[in-house]
Nanobody, 124 residues
Framework: QVQLVESGGGLVQAGGSLRLSCEAS????????MGWFRQAPGKERDFVAS????????TYADSVKGRFTISRVNAKNTVYLQMNSLKPEDTAVYYC?????????????????WGQGTQVTVSS
């Protein structure tokens, strides 16, 4: 069982930056592929980014490529999402997810564990 706790959300102006963190419980964090997803009001949960268990491979949604960076520090059981050049359309609840796997995953159905989410609001 893995428990995930996100933090770092908030209100920011367009063009600004935020860094989200997701801390995982347990001793086997390095066995898990991690992902970030987001859900805006009235919309489906969308893939944002994923990182494999070693941190050597990442993948991004086209909408965030070049603006967001996913990273992890296995010694801290933490995955990060650095978000730069934020746009109003990035406004959503951001969720961290985990699955015991070796490669990155883009489908929400692929993940077994989810955090409670953190709100990101970008004002224009």
């Amino acid at each position: 069982q893995v428990q995930l706790v996100e933090s770092g959300g908030g209100l920011v102006q367009a063009g600004g930056s935020l860094r989200l963190s997701c801390e995982a419980s347990g001793r086997t964090f390095e066995s898990y592929t991690m992902g970030w997803f987001r859900q805006a009001p009235g919309k489906e949960r969308d893939f944002v980014a994923s990182i494999n268990r070693s941190g050597g491979s990442t993948t991004y949604a086209d909408s965030v490529k070049g603006r967001f960076t996913i990273s992890r520090v296995n010694a801290k059981n933490t995955v990060y999402l650095q978000m730069n050049s934020l746009k109003p359309e990035d406004t959503a609840v951001y969720y961290c997810a985990a699955v015991r796997a070796t490669m990155t995953r883009r489908l929400s159905q692929s993940y077994d564990y989810w955090g409670q989410g953190t709100q990101v609001t970008v004002s224009s």
